[in-house]
């Protein structure tokens, strides 16, 4: 039955590609400011612009799930996709944004660290998801999962390293060790969200594969 229905409608497929092109686009913007951390409205702008044009797409998807009668799987399922991979740009923007309005005079190593693991982790996510519309080539979808999933851990790891370093040292004020754990939570809430993405479309792949 799902094969009969899947070739009928293309349109969520290209949402999903869509959402994720936008995010790797994103979290790669989001690296080169941390990477170069010069010009910083203007780069966290190009970051807010980038979201915004995410969120168009998501709400355009969310506008035909609630009209098309056809849809490749569950209804459910769709929209946790969608809402999972739009979280992975948001929590980016968030903390983009936070790097501005606490006005950071300086990156951290750690907090690149993490942002090349969003990078990896957003290109793993791509390819899973660009994997549906191949849903019987179940291995190559598994494995970008699975290495979402290392990503995820690794994520997990420096974030502990970073605090840790953060109430450790006496190089930081207070204040700024707040505004530094809060950016780095929502960088790796961002990861966090790329293993949500997987676990889904590994639900999706056992149901419908």
Not at 147 to 176: H, M
């Amino acid at each position: 039955m799902l094969q009969k229905l899947m070739p009928k409608s293309d349109d969520f497929f290209d949402d999903f590609e869509k959402q994720t092109a936008a995010t790797v686009e994103g979290t790669k913007l989001f690296r080169a400011l941390l990477e170069d951390f010069t010009d910083v409205p203007t780069k966290v702008k190009a970051i807010k612009d980038v979201e915004h044009r995410a969120d168009d797409i998501t709400h355009r998807a969310f506008e035909r799930l609630h009209t098309q009668f056809i849809t490749p799987f569950d209804r459910s399922e769709i929209h946790r996709l969608l809402s999972r991979i739009d979280d992975v740009l948001d929590l980016t923007d968030a903390a983009s944004e936070r790097l501005g309005l606490y006005q950071i005079g300086s990156i951290i190593p750690e907090a690149r660290e993490l942002a090349e693991v969003l990078v990896a982790a957003s290109e793993r996510m791509q390819e899973a998801v660009r994997g549906l519309r191949h849903i019987k080539d179940a291995a190559h979808i598994f494995e970008a999962c699975k290495q979402i999933n290392v990503l995820e851990n690794q994520g997990d790891t420096l974030l502990r390293r970073a605090l840790a370093k953060l109430f450790n040292s006496s190089g930081f004020d207070p204040l700024t060790v707040m505004k530094w754990k809060e950016i780095l939570d929502l960088i790796e809430d961002a990861i966090d969200r790329t293993e949500d993405v997987a676990n889904v479309i590994e639900g999706v792949v056992l149901q419908h594969a």
